[in-house]
Nanobody, 116 residues
């Protein structure tokens, strides 16, 4: 089992920055890829950014150039640095870990609100 706990959400003005963190515990050796997903009200959950165990990253087109995903294997954490935030970035952000066998683990989510 893998447990994931997100932190760092909150209210930020348009153009501002926010950093989310995800702490992993448990059987972390089974993790192949970790990622951040988000779900806005009335919309489906979507991938925001992901990082593989080898450090390869992938981003949604809507966040490229603004968001950066960072992984620290020693600290067992994954961060999402979000810059130049827009109102459309408002959503609940979820930490995800996918095992080598394809099983998904999810955190409980943290709310990010971008509003003036």
């Amino acid at each position: 089992q893998v447990q994931l706990v997100e932190s760092g959400g909150g209210l930020v003005q348009p153009g501002g920055s926010l950093r989310l963190s995800c702490a992993a515990s448990g059987s972390i050796f089974v993790i192949d890829v970790m990622g951040w997903y988000r779900q806005a009200q009335g919309k489906e959950r979507e991938l925001v950014a992901a990082i593989t165990s080898s450090g390869r990253t992938n981003y949604a087109d809507s966040v490229k150039g603004r968001f950066t995903v960072l992984g620290d294997r020693a600290k067992k954490t994954m961060d999402l640095q979000m810059n130049s935030l827009k109102p459309e970035d408002t959503a609940v952000y979820y930490c995800n870990a996918r095992s080598y066998s394809g099983r998904d683990y999810w955190g409980n989510g943290t709310l990010v609100t971008v509003s003036s």
